[in-house]
């Protein structure tokens, strides 16, 4: 009877837990939104103001200055921070209609100020779907600002705000993202997954998620006409973390050399992990030199013995990555055209392969420092 009780009040922790969770996420959002409909506006006066040659020089520093004063402790409204607000309102305003309705909580604020808190709402322009709209206000003001400076398209925009919101990039991993031209990237990987995934959003997923070409910042190697992909491996290893973030989100590592028995003999893939969202193994097995065919095949035999062993009845077909020196698309068509398992072909350098024109380009931590 004891244990029955135990196990009743361990489910209501358990949903009370969940519903608390559920409404601060809620309350969150909402409070972003708020927020950034207070920044749009802020930054709606301020282009008006400053871009019409009405103010002097040192305008917002002085503005700035004086809200410091009049509201002791007052974050966020640095002379930087709003003059990222007028630049967040003038990379948007082409798509969001500045006519949209006051909210009825800022009726009587609109009545005493210049400035009229926006709202953003899905009837505000056409163009926006509601699941964008949503997203674009989950989505963090840092965030916005490193994509609408670093993301001049607005498709490439609404790009970085579906994967911030979706998958729950930190600032670092969209960061990254932005290094790495994830935009242009994503989908370039020459694969066979229309083929072999049934799965309209795995395969979506996979189209999305692996890029061709990865730039792994933590390797380094001595002589680039002789890899040993033995080292390669264990730089990875010792990196998985930066390595999981280089590929995206909802990666978990399940080991490296992992072992199947296949008929009593052993076999050994590379680099092994699990995919969240695709809810499907991933394979990646390295090379140390130009892609060749017969790479495509040792992959097929490993994910069938991983599907037959390993995969567990709800999860979906094991996908497969190989991470070459360098590769001819024309070759990894062939290659693939008849493999069964979904696969795809992309290759790997080094930071230190990168042209000097890119090395010198400042970090984002310098960066920070120099603003």
């Known amino acids: 009877m004891e244990q029955?009780?135990?196990a009743d009040y361990a489910q209501a922790v358990k949903a009370i837990k969940q519903a608390i969770v559920v409404c601060r996420y809620r309350a969150a959002r909402q409070m972003n939104?708020?927020?950034l409909g207070l920044y749009y506006s802020i930054g709606k006066y301020i282009s008006e103001q400053s871009r019409s040659a009405q103010w002097g020089t040192n305008a917002i520093k002085t503005i700035s200055d004086q809200l410091q004063q009049e509201l002791p402790g007052l974050k966020g409204f640095s002379e930087t921070n709003i003059k990222?607000?007028?630049l967040f309102y003038e990379a948007w305003a082409p798509a969001f209609e500045i006519r949209s309705a006051v909210s009825a909580e800022f009726e009587l604020i609109a009545q005493t100020t210049d400035i009229q808190p926006f709202t953003f709402r899905s009837t505000v322009s056409a163009e926006i779907k509601e699941e964008d709209l949503k997203a674009f206000i989950s989505v963090s003001f840092s965030h916005h600002h490193a994509i609408f400076t670093k993301a001049?398209?607005?498709?490439?925009?609404?790009?970085?705000?579906r994967k911030c919101a979706?998958?729950?990039?930190?600032?670092?991993?969209?960061?990254?993202?932005?290094?790495d031209d994830l935009y242009h990237a994503a989908g370039s990987m020459p694969n066979n997954f229309a083929l072999t995934l049934p799965d309209d959003k795995q395969r979506t997923i996979a189209m999305q998620t692996f890029k061709e070409d990865n730039?792994?910042?933590?390797l380094h190697i001595e002589d680039p006409d002789y890899v040993d992909e033995h080292d390669v491996e264990q730089q990875i290893v010792n990196n998985v973390r930066k390595?999981?973030?280089?590929?995206?989100n909802d990666f978990?590592?399940?080991g490296n050399q992992y072992r199947l028995i296949v008929n009593n003999k052993e076999r050994f893939i590379d680099l092994l992990f699990y995919h969240r969202r695709m809810r499907c193994l991933v394979a990646i097995e390295l090379k140390n030199g130009e892609f060749q065919p017969e790479y495509a095949g040792k992959l097929n035999y490993y994910l069938s013995a991983l599907d037959e062993l390993v995969r567990l009845p709800e999860e979906n077909p094991s996908v497969g990555i190989l991470l070459c020196r360098n590769k001819d698309n024309a070759e990894v068509e062939f290659a693939l055209r008849d493999i069964s398992k979904p696969m795809g072909v992309a290759t790997y350098r080094s930071v230190d392969e990168l042209p000097d024109t890119y090395k010198a380009l400042p970090s984002a931590e310098e960066l920070r420092k120099l603003i």
């Open 4 to 6: 029955i009780m135990k």
């Open 33 to 35: 939104g708020e927020v």
């Open 84 to 86: 990222k607000m007028r």
């Open 152 to 161: 001049k398209d607005i498709d490439e925009r609404w790009f970085y705000i």
């Open 166 to 179: 979706q998958e729950f990039w930190g600032y670092r991993r969209l960061e990254q993202a932005l290094r």
């Open 215 to 218: 730039v792994l910042d933590f």
């Open 243 to 248: 390595f999981m973030m280089s590929l995206g």
């Open 252 to 254: 978990a590592f399940m």
